[in-house]
């Protein structure tokens, strides 16, 4: 359906070519053409203004497409330029804006209309010498000068600026300013107005600040309830700002003369799970990865406070390529997580049947196409058990005095055998009835482990068992050692764990044991490490080309989330885990901090089904 301004144009067309035809002289389809003429060029300002009207509560394009038809209407209806940069009304929140492909000019970029799938190409010489911080969930641009350091808002439809503090005060404390450097690798989480000229800023995981237009500084703000806690997630929404911690979710008060956050809702402890020797965790449940285990913590009887591990932790994809090449069979290559979504797949567990009897069980929430909420029941189950397979559900796994037999879908393929001795050739699967085939398949699971082993400033490190000749002139031979390596980019932390025996650790440099020794945690491969056999340049392959490694770190970054990137549906490779990992930046401790992010293959290799 065309956009009221697209009509209108075409309206405006339509009174040129009427009045044409009316002309004296002209041919005798004139009358024909009068009687359809509508003067839409002196449409009076009331019904023009109402129609701009709304036209602007649905979309900003369109309302300036509709102000760029004539003058009368331009006069009519308000100008974005008249109001301010904060003016709600003419953010463009229904826009995005896509990542810069190869060979694009650098101030042109492109735009997606999230709503209706519309793309549209801006001029942005603004973003010259610019950091993109993030957006609002308005729509507009975070930016930040690479030269001087000021931070603005740029709506990108009407390029209006609206200039913010300085960014090397975003720490809140004046005697303390931010390095140039530091800021280079800021990243906004989430940005917002929290009321008509406040605006709030999430970045860096814990922090908010907030300011004005015209303020000096930025202010931070603490969250002082119950306890000083880390900020979860956070969110614009109804012209106010608010966000997550472990116990509540808070809101911008900006009443009084300094902005702070107050609670708008206990959370209350109904998905933090407190387990045996002092662990505590929060788990939750997402559309694509589907259980989430957050905020994992340990408590130290000694220091007499909690020690935070894992700040987050979820299956970021499931590879499952299968191994017939007929006509019929070889696009089967599933990216499960990226293309269906674990948690939309997922259904109700069944107690006694899925779980034991000790298990406690949880719902799933996600948002429906309509934008509404949906429940699912008993999506998740807790229980205590001895260490075992992970993928306990898909193949078979023993309880006591109970066994739960494989449950799931199974892919076949119907075929002319009836018997494994007519099978003269590769039939690509194994026989498992009667013209029925089982396909050879793999399933990859990669996890993505944003890891906070006591703090923040993590770093990997690798352990490689190396043999050494004996030279101290006794009996013996040889013996090995362990050389320890710390991983400074991302090229040093690609590793093939079937390579050579080593330790592979995470670990906080700036905290030690009574020993002396760092704290860490050791990453333990699982039993079945297999890599990709696939060939590199085969298509599937290139969707999941971090599958030839088991294990990668990465810095951290907010949106490399998805080892096979964020839309895995047709993707092509390029952006991806390896992809991110190619570019081969520091994750050693710098005088920014780093947080480590273990993106971890468990890939049991499948036979028939």
Same mark, same amino acid.
């Given at each position: 359906?065309?956009?009221?301004?697209?009509?209108?144009?075409?309206?405006?067309r339509?009174?040129?070519?009427?009045?044409?035809a009316?002309l004296?002289?002209?041919?005798?389809?004139?009358?024909?053409?009068?009687?359809?003429?509508?003067?839409?060029?002196?449409?009076i300002? +009331?019904?023009?203004?109402?129609?701009?009207?709304r036209?602007?509560?649905?979309?900003?394009?369109?309302?300036l497409?509709?102000?760029a038809?004539?003058?009368?209407? /331009?006069?009519s209806?308000?100008?974005p330029?008249?109001?301010? *940069?904060?003016?709600? /009304?003419f953010?463009?929140?229904?826009?995005?804006?896509?990542?810069?492909?190869?060979g694009?000019?650098?101030?042109?970029?492109?735009?997606?209309n999230?709503?209706?799938g519309?793309?549209?190409?801006? !001029?942005?010489?603004?973003l010259?010498?610019?950091?993109?911080? *993030?957006?609002?969930?308005?729509?507009?641009l &975070?930016?930040?000068?690479?030269?001087?350091?000021?931070?603005?808002l740029?709506?990108?439809?009407?390029?209006?600026?609206?200039?913010?503090?300085?960014?090397?005060?975003?720490?809140?404390?004046? !005697?303390?300013?931010?390095?140039?450097?530091?800021?280079?690798?800021r990243?906004?989480?989430?940005?917002?107005?929290?009321?008509?000229?406040?605006?709030?800023?999430?970045?860096?995981?814990?922090?908010?600040v907030?300011?004005k237009?015209?303020?000096?500084?930025?202010? /931070?703000?603490?969250?002082?309830?119950?306890?000083?806690?880390?900020?979860?997630?956070?969110?614009?929404?109804? +012209?106010?700002?608010?966000?997550?911690?472990?116990?509540?979710?808070?809101?911008?008060?900006?009443?009084?003369?300094?902005?702070?956050?107050?609670?708008?809702?206990?959370?209350?402890?109904?998905?933090?799970?407190?387990?045996?020797?002092?662990?505590?965790?929060?788990?939750?449940?997402?559309?694509?990865?589907?259980?989430?285990?957050?905020?994992?913590?340990?408590?130290?009887?000694e220091? +007499?406070?909690?020690?935070?591990?894992?700040?987050?932790?979820?299956?970021?994809?499931?590879?499952?390529?299968?191994?017939?090449?007929?006509?019929?069979?070889?696009?089967?290559?599933?990216?499960?997580? *990226?293309?269906?979504?674990?948690g939309?797949?997922?259904?109700?567990?069944?107690?006694?049947?899925?779980?034991?009897?000790?298990?406690a069980?949880?719902?799933?929430?996600?948002?429906?196409?309509?934008?509404?909420? &949906?429940?699912?029941?008993?999506?998740?189950?807790?229980?205590?058990r001895?260490?075992?397979?992970?993928?306990?559900?898909?193949?078979?796994?023993?309880?006591?005095?109970?066994?739960?037999?494989?449950?799931?879908?199974?892919?076949?393929?119907g075929?002319?055998?009836?018997?494994?001795?007519?099978i003269?050739?590769?039939?690509h699967?194994?026989?498992?009835?009667?013209n029925?085939?089982a396909?050879y398949?793999?399933?990859?699971v990669?996890?993505?482990?944003?890891?906070?082993v006591?703090?923040?400033?993590?770093?990997f490190?690798k352990?490689?068992?190396?043999?050494?000749?004996?030279?101290?002139?006794?009996?013996?031979?040889?013996?090995?050692?362990?050389?320890r390596?710390?991983a400074?980019?991302?090229?040093?932390?690609?590793?093939d764990?079937?390579?050579?025996?080593?330790?592979?650790?995470?670990?906080?440099p700036?905290?030690?044991?009574?020993?002396?020794n760092? &704290?860490?945690?050791?990453?333990?491969? +699982?039993g079945?490490?297999?890599?990709?056999?696939?060939?590199?340049?085969?298509?599937?392959q290139?969707?999941?080309?971090?599958?030839?490694?088991?294990l990668?770190?990465?810095?951290?970054?907010?949106?490399?989330?998805?080892?096979?990137?964020?839309?895995?549906?047709?993707?092509?490779?390029?952006?991806g885990?390896?992809?991110?990992?190619g /570019?081969?930046?520091?994750?050693q401790?710098?005088?920014?901090?780093?947080?480590?992010?273990?993106?971890?293959?468990?890939?049991?290799?499948?036979?028939? *089904?």
């Amino acid at each position: 359906m065309a956009s009221p301004s697209t009509t209108a144009l075409a309206s405006c067309r339509q009174e040129k070519r009427a009045r044409i035809a009316d002309l004296p002289g002209e041919h005798s389809g004139s009358t024909a053409a009068h009687s359809n003429w509508r003067d839409w060029a002196n449409l009076i300002a +009331g019904p023009a203004s109402l129609i701009a009207e709304r036209v602007l509560a649905i979309d900003i394009a369109d309302y300036l497409r509709f102000r760029a038809v004539c003058g009368s209407w /331009r006069r009519s209806t308000a100008s974005p330029h008249a109001h301010g *940069g904060l003016d709600r /009304r003419f953010h463009p929140r229904r826009w995005i804006m896509l990542p810069r492909t190869l060979g694009a000019l650098r101030k042109r970029r492109e735009f997606m209309n999230i709503s209706t799938g519309e793309r549209i190409l801006v !001029d942005l010489p603004e973003l010259r010498y610019q950091y993109v911080f *993030g957006s609002t969930s308005g729509g507009l641009l &975070v930016l930040c000068d690479k030269r001087t350091y000021d931070v603005r808002l740029l709506n990108p439809l009407t390029r209006q600026l609206t200039s913010l503090p300085n960014a090397t005060t975003l720490t809140g404390s004046h !005697d303390r300013p931010l390095s140039g450097y530091s800021i280079k690798f800021r990243r906004v989480y989430s940005a917002g107005l929290a009321d008509d000229s406040t605006v709030t800023l999430h970045f860096d995981q814990y922090w908010l600040v907030t300011a004005k237009p015209g303020d000096k500084y930025w202010t /931070r703000l603490i969250v002082h309830y119950p306890i000083n806690t880390g900020v979860v997630a956070s969110l614009s929404f109804a +012209g106010r700002f608010y966000c997550v911690t472990e116990t509540a979710v808070m809101v911008v008060d900006t009443s009084a003369d300094t902005p702070q956050l107050v609670a708008a809702a206990e959370l209350g402890d109904r998905a933090v799970i407190k387990l045996w020797a002092n662990w505590e965790f929060h788990v939750g449940f997402d559309m694509r990865a589907g259980t989430v285990i957050s905020l994992a913590s340990i408590y130290d009887a000694e220091a +007499g406070a909690r020690r935070r591990v894992l700040y987050r932790g979820f299956v970021s994809e499931v590879f499952v390529p299968y191994m017939d090449p007929a006509e019929e069979w070889y696009y089967r290559t599933f990216l499960d997580a *990226g293309e269906y979504g674990l948690g939309l797949w997922a259904f109700p567990l069944q107690p006694g049947a899925d779980c034991p009897a000790n298990a406690a069980y949880l719902d799933g929430y996600y948002a429906g196409q309509d934008g509404k909420p &949906v429940e699912n029941k008993n999506m998740i189950c807790v229980f205590q058990r001895y260490a075992g397979d992970v993928a306990w559900r898909h193949t078979e796994a023993g309880f006591p005095d109970r066994l739960v037999s494989l449950t799931g879908l199974l892919e076949v393929k119907g075929t002319d055998y009836t018997h494994v001795d007519q099978i003269r050739q590769d039939a690509h699967g194994t026989l498992v009835a009667e013209n029925t085939l089982a396909v050879y398949h793999d399933h990859y699971v990669t996890y993505h482990l944003d890891l906070d082993v006591d703090g923040t400033n993590n770093s990997f490190v690798k352990n490689i068992i190396t043999t050494r000749h004996n030279t101290a002139g006794t009996p013996r031979k040889s013996y090995w050692t362990v050389p320890r390596e710390v991983a400074e980019t991302e090229a040093d932390a690609q590793v093939d764990v079937n390579a050579a025996p080593a330790d592979l650790l995470i670990v906080n440099p700036n905290k030690r044991t009574r020993m002396g020794n760092e &704290v860490g945690y050791r990453v333990v491969p +699982g039993g079945a490490t297999a890599a990709s056999m696939l060939d590199d340049d085969d298509y599937p392959q290139r969707r999941a080309s971090y599958s030839k490694k088991q294990l990668w770190v990465t810095p951290y970054n907010r949106d490399e989330k998805w080892a096979p990137g964020l839309y895995a549906d047709q993707s092509t490779g390029d952006d991806g885990l390896a992809a991110w990992s190619g /570019r081969d930046r520091g994750i050693q401790i710098t005088e920014r901090g780093h947080r480590a992010v273990v993106h971890g293959g468990h890939p049991p290799h499948t036979v028939p *089904g």
